[in-house]
């Protein structure tokens, strides 16, 4: 594989229940990202990781969690999904610690559409 | 707070130029990047501009006036295949970035 993968493509889930999206790249890249994109809005960051073993809140994290145990991976899980929650859901990297301009553009997966009923 | 604003959706025509615009108002400013994001698929890197100036790739240019909080995207010779969204997303003082909602681009034959 080349980039980013995310598992699964699409999700339909019903209220209540405990989700967890996969993200995984093979660039060795140090920073990832989790980003939720809804009609009309532009995208949010949910939560992220500067490096493996560390991460933090974004935007809107409320509701979400996220491990960042290795390089390659960082799960997001939806402890127990609510409608809201409804949305497309976007894995990203950067290369932020190779430094210089542009160091820290972000790649994306192709994403995860997730319902909760 | 933080504000991206960009115009909903544009029109234009094949073999046309278009410009897409965006200010903005941040916390800091360590960058302005331009993606582009095709129906139902991930946004992709477009440019970045950190100093003023204008920045050429091909048929798309992107220009930054950091004292106007403003940038643009132009697309020349426009193709039926630049019909996307266009993200204009600028990183602030905490390396954060703030995404603008898109610009729809339609371009008519």
């Known amino acids: 594989i080349a980039g980013i993968t995310q598992a699964p493509t699409s999700q339909i889930l019903a209220a209540g229940r405990r989700m967890t999206l996969r993200c995984t790249q093979d660039m060795r890249h140090n920073a990832m990202y989790w980003y939720r994109q809804d009609l009309g809005l532009g995208l949010r960051l949910i939560h992220y990781s500067n490096t493996a073993g560390t991460t933090g809140k974004g935007e809107v994290p409320d509701g979400y969690s996220v491990s960042r145990a290795n390089t390659d991976d960082f799960p997001l899980t939806l402890a127990s999904a609510v409608p809201s929650q409804t949305s497309v859901y976007f894995c990203a990297s950067s290369d932020s610690a190779a430094g210089g301009p542009g160091s820290d553009t972000q790649y994306f997966g192709p994403g995860t559409r997730l319902t909760v009923l | 707070g933080q504000n991206i604003d960009q115009p909903t959706e544009m029109t234009a025509t094949e073999g046309a130029i278009v410009q897409i615009n965006c200010t903005y108002q941040t916390s800091g400013f360590n960058g302005l990047f331009w993606y582009q994001q095709h129906a139902g698929e991930a946004p992709t890197f477009l440019s970045y501009n950190v100093l003023d100036g204008l920045e050429e790739k091909g048929r798309f240019s992107s220009f930054l006036s950091r004292s106007k909080g403003y940038s643009y995207l132009l697309l020349k010779e426009l193709q039926m295949k630049d019909s996307a969204s266009y993200l204009c997303?600028?990183?602030?003082?905490?390396?954060?970035?703030?995404w603008g909602a898109g610009t729809k681009l339609i371009i008519k034959p």
């Open positions: 997303a600028v990183m602030d003082s905490n390396y954060q970035l703030i």
